[in-house]
């Protein structure tokens, strides 16, 4: 039985939110973080948050902290990397990854993304949704990522490699397809006016 632990990267720098973590703004009585984590624990074996800085700003949470295992900031695939490092040390076989800052996650991301990988035979698997326009976008922050390929991702991004996207493709990519209505669960807070949002969706729709 394959053993998937999740991670949350929660590691970006909120630039556009006037900086510090996202994921400790509150969305109701709930901080963001505190949504993804009621969303994702339930479907992993064990849960971790993949961040930089001080660990003690998680404290209340009680998850595991990863801090990035390579020197500099070097995007969400160093989180990718310090999530597989942690599951290989717990005896893991994979790890589903999902971003701070989306509230509204799918209950069965992780069961979708190991069925996309399983039919298509392939390591990796992405979440994807249509957009506006109906067109297919993907999610590389929620993916699904084997322990394997943890020394292979270590190169790359040693080398200078950062595009999720460009590294998953050379290694065999399925897709897990989400509907995008009544909302987009992969909606994520990047500004003011998306919190605005969340908050409606929140109130407005059963998530």
């Not at 399983?118 to 390591?123: G, I």
């Not at 909302?183 to 407005?204: E, S």
């Amino acid at each position: 039985m394959t053993r998937i632990l999740g991670v949350i990267l929660a590691g970006g720098r909120a630039t556009r939110m006037g900086g510090g973590d996202k994921g400790l703004l509150r969305l109701g009585d709930v901080t963001l973080l505190g949504h993804v984590r009621a969303r994702l624990a339930p479907q992993c074996a064990e849960l971790a948050i993949n961040a930089n800085g001080d660990p003690a700003r998680f404290s209340d949470y009680g998850l595991p902290v990863l801090a990035d295992t390579l020197p500099d900031y070097l995007g969400p695939l160093a989180g990718v990397l310090a999530g597989l490092e942690w599951a290989a040390e717990k005896g893991g076989d994979a790890i589903v990854t999902a971003a701070a800052d989306t509230p509204f996650l799918p209950h069965d991301l992780v069961v979708r993304l190991s069925d996309a990988a399983a039919r298509k035979k392939v390591p990796i698997a992405l979440a994807a949704s249509p957009d506006d326009a109906g067109s297919l976008r993907h999610h590389p922050t929620f993916g699904l990522w084997p322990v394997g390929l943890r020394q292979d991702l270590h190169a790359e991004l040693s080398g200078g490699l950062r595009k999720i996207m460009l590294w998953a493709e050379r290694h065999g990519t399925a897709t897990a397809l989400f509907a995008s209505a009544p909302f987009d669960p992969f909606f994520n807070v990047n500004t003011p006016q998306d919190m605005v949002r969340a908050n409606a969706i929140l109130h407005g729709v059963s998530a």
